[in-house]
T-cell receptor, first 115, second 113 residues
């Protein structure tokens, strides 16, 4: 069994300040973890993935995430927010070798960027 | 340009009517997926297909049907048996053994009144 919890439904930051979106997971197996971004009325786009290689993962648009097994966390960060980062972000957990029904999506975090 | 197309972007239907949502991909991916997205709910898997002429139910398949006659196409029919069909529907595809790395279409917003 697995689950994923995004700890904040909304996060608001000022442009140019750091972004932190929190994600905790639970999994019976060694998990694969992903972050996706969704701009309004659009499909989702993969930001980055963790699949048991380096624990610090770099993604597109300056985002990165760190896998911390001891804390069962996979928080998404960015040093400096841009207005274009305003979107919904989803943390996703999957089991290694699992099928599509092995993916679990978080409920999403809405990131608001203040000018 | 490679990608996934969904049509139409907005769809309106009367209660009791079946409606089919289109999904086409030219990424040469074996696997395709349908999700439903409701506000504050994240994504829920309706059906998925890993190969032509084969598909499996996801978490919320009741009231929906699919077909996979061609690699490029994976249409979803929302039947009158679906109790709450109004939602945003997303189609995705992936390489078969990279399930977590999915490419998504732009979505279809279905409103049933």
């Amino acid at each position: 069994a697995q689950s994923v919890t995004q700890l904040d439904s909304h996060v608001s930051v000022s442009e140019g300040t750091p972004v932190l979106l929190r994600c905790n997971y639970s999994s019976s197996y060694s998990p694969s973890l992903f972050w996706y971004v969704q701009h309004p009325n659009k499909g989702l786009q993969l930001l980055l993935k963790y699949t048991s290689a380096a624990t610090l993962v770099k993604g597109i648009n300056g985002f990165e995430a760190e896998f911390k097994k001891s804390e069962t966390s996979f928080h998404l960060t960015k040093p400096s927010a841009h207005m274009s980062d305003a979107a919904e972000y989803f943390c996703v957990v999957g089991s290694h070798g699992g099928g599509a029904d092995g993916l679990t999506f978080g409920k999403g975090t809405h990131l608001i960027i203040q000018p | 340009d490679g990608g996934i197309t969904q049509s139409p972007k907005y769809l309106f239907r009367k209660e009791g009517q079946n409606v089919t949502l289109s999904c086409e991909q030219n990424l040469n991916h074996d696997a395709m997926y349908w999700y439903r997205q409701d506000p504050g709910q994240g994504l829920r898997l309706i059906y998925y297909s890993q190969i032509v002429n084969d598909f499996q139910k996801g978490d919320i398949a009741e009231g929906y049907s699919v077909s996979r006659e061609k690699k490029e196409s994976f249409p979803l029919t929302v039947t009158s048996a679906q109790k709450n069909p109004t939602a945003f529907y997303l189609c995705a595809s992936s390489v078969r053994d990279r399930v977590g790395e999915q490419y998504f279409g732009p979505g279809t917003r279905l409103t049933v009144t």
